[in-house]
T-cell receptor
Framework: DSGVTQTPKHLITATGQRVTLRCSPRSGDLSVYWYQQSLDQGLQFLIQ???????AKGNILERFSAQQFPDLHSELNLSSLELGDSALYFC????????????FGPGTRLTVT | GENVEQHPSTLSVQEGDSAVIKCTYSDSASNYFPWYKQELGKRPQLIID?????GEKKDQRIAVTLNKTAKHFSLHITETQPEDSAVYFCAASKIGDSARQLTFGSGTQLTVLP
């Protein structure tokens, strides 16, 4: 157990819908990273928050957004869902800004039908 | 940006044999190289990492070596066991005082045959 929690574990929804994925980092970790894992694209970095502020952006679609709250939990919002958005979404946390020692949560499996 | 290539994509070894997975990176400024193990349907788990100021690091049956000149690093697993079967990912980043993301390789499916 990494100490990072994610909810829900599974999510099944229809195209065009909007969902919110939640992540709680390890105690004391200020950085939260979101990754998407799909069969064809591998593990792809989406976005990083550090102590409430967005600090780095990767291959994140405009339909996706995220935020980190004062209690350091983070939410990833996915809207206008398409079939291709079906994937495992992981968050990872780290005590530092620079990506050192990232610990992954159990992931949320999103299925868009 | 950084690009990480990982080989082989699949690897089968007999129990007790050694396994080696290799990665190359493109950005000579990268200085942090973690390895993650991911079992089917589970989270990637950090198993070992190395910084560029050392050439080798060991943790029981697992070791990582780094060749900065050639820009490649390798994961070595000795005395493999069936529970080592998983997908292994290498990654690279530049740690320091600014925001950095990990760039992952494409993964190696390791199968340890009993």
């Amino acid at each position: 157990d990494s100490g990072v929690t994610q909810t829900p574990k599974h999510l099944i929804t229809a195209t065009g819908q909007r969902v919110t994925l939640r992540c709680s980092p390890r105690s004391g970790d200020l950085s939260v990273y979101w990754y998407q894992q799909s069969l064809d694209q591998g593990l792809q970095f989406l976005i990083q928050y550090y102590n409430g502020e967005e600090r780095a952006k990767g291959n994140i679609l405009e339909r996706f957004s995220a935020q980190q709250f004062p209690d350091l939990h983070s939410e990833l919002n996915l809207s206008s869902l398409e079939l291709g958005d079906s994937a495992l979404y992981f968050c990872a946390s780290s005590p530092r800004l620079d990506g050192y020692e990232q610990y992954f949560g159990p992931g949320t499996r999103l299925t868009v039908t | 940006g950084e690009n990480v290539e990982q080989h082989p994509s699949t690897l089968s070894v007999q129990e007790g044999d050694s396994a080696v997975i290799k990665c190359t990176y493109s950005d000579s400024a990268s200085n942090y190289f973690p390895w993650y193990k991911q079992e089917l349907g589970k989270r990637p788990q950090l198993i070992i990492d190395i910084r560029s100021n050392v050439g080798e690091k060991k943790d029981q049956r697992i070791a990582v070596t780094l060749n900065k000149t050639a820009k490649h690093f390798s994961l070595h697993i000795t005395e493999t066991q069936p529970e080592d079967s998983a997908v292994y990912f290498c990654a690279a980043s530049k740690i320091g005082d600014s925001a950095r993301q990990l760039t992952f390789g494409s993964g190696t499916q390791l199968t340890v045959l009993p």
